[in-house]
């Protein structure tokens, strides 16, 4: 029996969720009434079959990265692409980038098919964006995403060259080698983020401290990328101290991804605590509920 995504306006009337096994997208476009159906259209048909590309190329996904390549699919190459800059440094996959890579290419159907004033196309939290001249974009930061915490807002202007948003850290989806609550990067695409949070991410860290527990990653998933690689299940408490070592290993590798031009910002969270590299001041939220208008979760 052939499997069909699920396609539907949302409750709203405005955005559009499209989920297909593990990808689950919510998209907006703003602009006439005619470009956002031809828009929407365009997203429904690029992303029908999506999944099954992916599939056809896992085996090569989940392989520890290399210069050359032989990947065929667009957002396969894109995947690879995006992680390629990291190679020399250690184990990376192209699937770090794959969230991000997938909404990048739903929001380039989208922007080939109509002219928008805005669109975003949000793969939980990871997020490919376009803005418009006089255009703007506001995130919601949590401090920890896993549960109710401190909102912080980020605002993404036209004039920036921020068009990627992306979050990693051990309360996400994904296995973490860190023990970030959250790591979100802007940069100039989305898999560009998707890629340099995950590396953040993992940078993030304590190596041996008895209060991290960790464990081989193919024990918790048989199929992950990972293999036996140990990855963070839980954190028992922190000095200060040992908090703002922490901190400060991922900020110093975000530093340098900073320098070499391929992130525009990071915002590094773990226990309450923020450190924000290369980007424009965050505002906490006070006086109303939700100032956001996406609320961003690893």
């Given at each position: 029996m052939t499997r069909l995504p699920q396609i539907a306006l949302l409750s709203d009337g405005r955005r559009l969720h499209l989920q297909d096994g593990p990808i689950d997208l919510v998209v907006e476009a703003r602009g006439t009434a005619d470009a956002v159906r031809a828009a929407y259209?365009?997203?429904a048909e690029r992303f029908t079959g999506l999944l099954d590309e992916l599939c056809a190329e896992l085996p090569e996904l989940r392989t520890a990265v290399e210069e050359r390549t032989s990947l065929k699919g667009v957002v396969a190459r894109r995947m690879h692409a995006a992680v390629t800059p990291y190679a020399a440094d250690g184990f990376?996959?192209?699937m770090a980038a794959v969230a991000g890579s997938?909404?990048?290419e739903i929001l380039?159907?989208?922007l080939n098919a109509a002219a928008l004033d805005r669109a975003y196309v949000n793969n939980g939290g990871d997020i490919a964006l376009h803005l418009g001249e006089g255009e703007h974009f506001s995130v919601g930061l949590m401090d920890r995403p896993d549960r109710d915490g401190v909102m912080r807002t980020i605002r993404v202007d036209v004039d920036d060259p921020v068009r990627g948003i992306a979050t990693s850290g051990r309360h996400g989806r994904s296995f973490s080698l860190g023990i970030a609550d959250a790591v979100t990067v802007l940069a100039g695409s989305a898999s560009q983020a998707d890629a340099a949070a995950?590396?953040?991410a993992n940078a993030v860290d304590l190596p041996g401290h008895p209060a991290i527990i960790r464990k081989p990653a193919n024990e918790l998933q048989p199929d992950t990328d990972l293999g036996a690689r140990l990855v963070t299940r839980?954190?028992?408490e922190l000095s200060q101290d040992e908090i703002a070592t922490a901190l400060e290993s991922g900020a110093e590798c975000a530093r340098q991804l900073f320098d070499r031009g391929l992130i525009e910002g990071a915002v590094l969270q773990l226990c309450g605590d923020m450190l924000v590299i290369g980007t424009k001041d965050i505002e906490p939220q006070r006086s109303r509920p939700?100032?956001?208008e996406n609320?961003?979760?690893a």
């Open positions: 259209e365009a997203a990376i996959t192209p997938v909404a990048e380039g159907a989208m995950t590396i953040i839980d954190v028992s939700l100032v956001a609320a961003v979760h």
